[in-house]
């Protein structure tokens, strides 16, 4: 709804008709009310005080009161009759056109407040397993000092005079209804502030909200809180919280369909010999245990270390090996392996045997 700035008789609360001292004694009255410095400089009486000031100025002139009488004439003829009957007149009419158009009044909805939008970034296991994370949000909420009333002292806010405390007003041939701008659509003219809020009626809540994760989440996932939301005034019905995640990757853990597989480094003596090995899983640090004949083995399993499955089972944790091979070798380590290497002979290194035939296969000319 936008707002509507009353015109000067309005603000004034005279009728277009009044004469210049009616004018001034209205100007006196409303500036005893609505003066700042009995307000402790309040921003609605500094307001309202412009509105009044800005129209005795206008008006107590009468060479400007007759070109502002021409402008609003054009603006609202119809303040211009001044006749509460007329306006009434212009209501049913518009009452009339309504029925015979078929269109009733729009019944209220029930007012409803924000939703609160974030975006939030879940650990690698809560997305996996499922869970609770907490998320951060910052909004309004009904003030406790005041219960949403933007004051604690309701006596010292006088009804406003230009809207008769509807907080709309109703204007030209089309009868516009709008907020009034004098009293910001309160319909009370709010001079004395709550301390908490200042005049608002909504509080800044920081606060932390709990938010359940399902298993296998996703980024991109978009999860509803119910009734988390903005709750603008008392008797409202509170917004939703929507948290959209995003899932933090894990420094070694990848997702395999069921599966997750971590790329392991091993050294050549665990390579060879075997050992034990420290893995990462889900629950927590794990430590595997390496066979002895490693030899063309470069993946192992562990049973029951994945993400869980609909069934309620879970897959498997894929630990592939690769080793790794020293960069910082001198002469004396190269010669000594070379040594080793012919000690061995090529039958040691299956792999590389096996790619020898498979590239000899290649190489043969075709029969």
């Given at each position: 709804m936008e707002l509507y700035v009353p015109d000067h008789y309005r603000v004034l609360g005279v009728p277009v008709t009044a004469d210049a001292s009616a004018i001034r004694e209205a100007y006196r009255k409303l500036s005893r009310v609505y003066h700042p410095d009995r307000h402790g400089g309040s921003a609605r009486a500094t307001c309202c005080f412009q509105f009044i000031s800005s129209a005795h100025t206008e008006l107590s002139d009468p060479l400007r009161r007759l070109n502002y009488d021409r402008q609003l004439l054009l603006s609202?003829?119809?303040?211009?009759?001044?006749?509460?009957?007329?306006?009434?007149?212009?209501?049913?009419?518009?009452?009339v056109v309504r029925r015979i158009r078929r269109q009733p009044e729009a019944l209220p909805g029930a007012a409803r407040g924000r939703d609160l939008r974030v975006r939030h970034t879940v650990p690698f296991r809560v997305a996996a397993l499922g869970g609770t994370t907490m998320v951060a949000v910052s909004y309004d909420s009904v003030c406790g000092g005041c219960r949403g009333q933007g004051t604690t002292e309701p006596a010292r806010n006088p009804v406003c005079h230009v809207c008769q405390g509807q907080g709309t007003v109703k204007h030209g041939l089309r009868r516009a209804n709008d907020e009034c701008a004098f009293c910001a659509g309160r319909g009370a003219v709010l001079l004395a502030c709550c301390a908490d809020c200042g005049g608002r009626g909504l509080a800044r809540i920081d606060r932390q909200i709990g938010v359940a994760v399902p298993p296998r989440a996703h980024p991109g996932l978009v999860l509803r809180a119910r009734g988390m939301g903005e709750?603008?005034?008392?008797g409202t019905q509170p917004g939703d919280l929507v948290v959209e995640l995003d899932v933090a990757p894990h420094p070694v853990l990848e997702v395999q369909g069921d599966d997750l597989l971590a790329c392991v480094p091993v050294t050549w003596l665990q390579a060879v010999a075997g050992g034990t090995l420290q893995v990462p899983t889900l629950e927590g640090t794990e430590r595997l245990t390496l066979p002895t004949d490693m030899a063309g083995r470069r993946e192992l399993r562990i049973a029951h270390r994945g993400l869980p499955r609909p069934d309620g089972s879970r897959g498997a944790l894929r630990v592939r090996l690769s080793v790794d091979v020293p960069t910082a070798l001198g002469a004396d380590d190269v010669a000594a392996v070379a040594q080793m290497q012919q000690r061995w002979g090529d039958g040691a290194f299956a792999a590389v045997t096996d790619y020898a035939r498979k590239l000899d296969a290649c190489s043969d000319p075709p029969a």
């Open positions: 609202d003829p119809l303040r211009m009759v001044d006749d509460p009957r007329a306006a009434r007149a212009l209501d049913v009419l518009e009452l709750t603008p005034a008392l």
